[in-house]
């Protein structure tokens, strides 16, 4: 564990866009003001997560406000609970616990990741948000893509993280569906944007239908390129920009 993620008082923030919501201070505003889970917060608490880091600070509103996001923060300072603590929040009820059918069928949550390893990092710490519970998190494999290509279980499922590459090769075969895919999170989107991925990503982002699909992509950095590619792919996005106070 890396015990020097820098609180959001020690960096500079700007967030640019129509209408950005404020920033919260501490984890415990998202429950008073977007009725964050008891449980999320709760877990929070007990992994030592216990003040927002910057883009945290301003990422969750902005994601909670159902909003795109285009964020640009160091490596280190907590980008994978700023887009899952909403992810979370917003499916709100895992699919086997839903009594009601307006959720419809199959994944409501995605995040690509660029290479196996980062996403079953992101798969961890989703586990530990996620702690009591039955959420179905699957790390996306040549095993549980098999697993998935049930429609049953995939109907059962809430959230994929995936690479690309693995998620297009289901696409094709038409084992998976992301039409009910509301949240679509690409990490290390420098990569993700860059020639060798973005044509997996368009294929992905083409394939999740869904009419209130929301969008967020994170980085440590954006290239002038890959930063024109996120803005066409991005509806009324808010840019949010994290650097080191004093540097
Ligand atoms: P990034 O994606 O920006 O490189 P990570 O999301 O991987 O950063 O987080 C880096 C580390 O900081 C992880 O170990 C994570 O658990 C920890 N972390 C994230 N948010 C907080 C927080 N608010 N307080 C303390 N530690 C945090
Ligand atoms: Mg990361």
């Given at each position: 564990d890396?015990?020097?993620v820098?609180?959001a008082?020690?960096?500079?923030?700007?967030a640019k866009g129509k209408d950005?919501?404020?920033a919260?201070e501490t984890?415990?505003?998202l429950r008073?003001r977007?009725?964050?889970p008891?449980l999320?917060l709760?877990?929070?608490?007990?992994?030592?997560?216990?003040?927002?880091?910057?883009?945290?600070?301003?990422?969750v509103?902005?994601?909670m406000?159902?909003?795109d996001?285009?964020?640009i923060?160091?490596?280190?300072?907590?980008?994978?609970l700023?887009y899952?603590?909403?992810m979370?929040?917003l499916?709100?009820?895992p699919?086997?616990?839903?009594?009601?059918?307006d959720?419809?069928?199959?994944?409501?949550?995605?995040?690509?990741?660029p290479t196996?390893e980062?996403?079953g990092q992101i798969?961890?710490?989703c586990l530990?948000?996620?702690?009591?519970r039955?959420w179905?998190?699957v790390?996306?494999s040549?095993a549980?893509a098999?697993?998935?290509s049930?429609?049953?279980?995939?109907?059962?499922t809430?959230i994929?993280i995936s690479t690309p590459?693995r998620?297009?090769?289901?696409?094709?075969?038409?084992?998976?569906?992301?039409?009910n895919?509301?949240h679509l999170?690409?990490?290390?989107a420098?990569r993700m944007?860059?020639?060798?991925?973005?044509?997996?990503?368009?294929e992905?982002?083409e394939?999740c239908?869904?009419?209130?699909?929301q969008?967020?992509?994170?980085?440590?950095?954006l290239?002038?390129?890959?930063e024109?590619?996120?803005?066409k792919m991005?509806?009324?996005?808010?840019?949010?920009v994290?650097?080191l106070k004093?540097?």
């Amino acid at each position: 564990d890396t015990p020097e993620v820098p609180k959001a008082s020690k960096q500079r923030v700007t967030a640019k866009g129509k209408d950005v919501p404020a920033a919260v201070e501490t984890f415990h505003e998202l429950r008073d003001r977007y009725e964050c889970p008891q449980l999320l917060l709760a877990n929070l608490e007990k992994n030592g997560w216990k003040t927002p880091t910057g883009i945290q600070a301003y990422g969750v509103p902005i994601l909670m406000e159902k909003r795109d996001v285009a964020a640009i923060s160091p490596t280190g300072t907590g980008k994978t609970l700023a887009y899952l603590i909403p992810m979370i929040s917003l499916l709100g009820t895992p699919i086997s616990q839903s009594s009601s059918e307006d959720k419809g069928k199959g994944v409501r949550g995605l995040v690509l990741a660029p290479t196996r390893e980062l996403a079953g990092q992101i798969y961890n710490e989703c586990l530990k948000l996620c702690q009591g519970r039955k959420w179905r998190i699957v790390l996306y494999s040549k095993a549980t893509a098999a697993t998935l290509s049930n429609k049953e279980v995939r109907d059962k499922t809430d959230i994929i993280i995936s690479t690309p590459m693995r998620l297009v090769a289901s696409l094709k075969e038409s084992k998976i569906e992301l039409a009910n895919v509301r949240h679509l999170i690409l990490d290390e989107a420098d990569r993700m944007l860059d020639a060798e991925f973005f044509p997996q990503i368009e294929e992905v982002v083409e394939s999740c239908t869904h009419p209130s699909l929301q969008k967020a992509i994170f980085s440590a950095t954006l290239p002038a390129g890959a930063e024109q590619v996120a803005m066409k792919m991005l509806k009324n996005p808010i840019r949010v920009v994290v650097g080191l106070k004093d540097t």
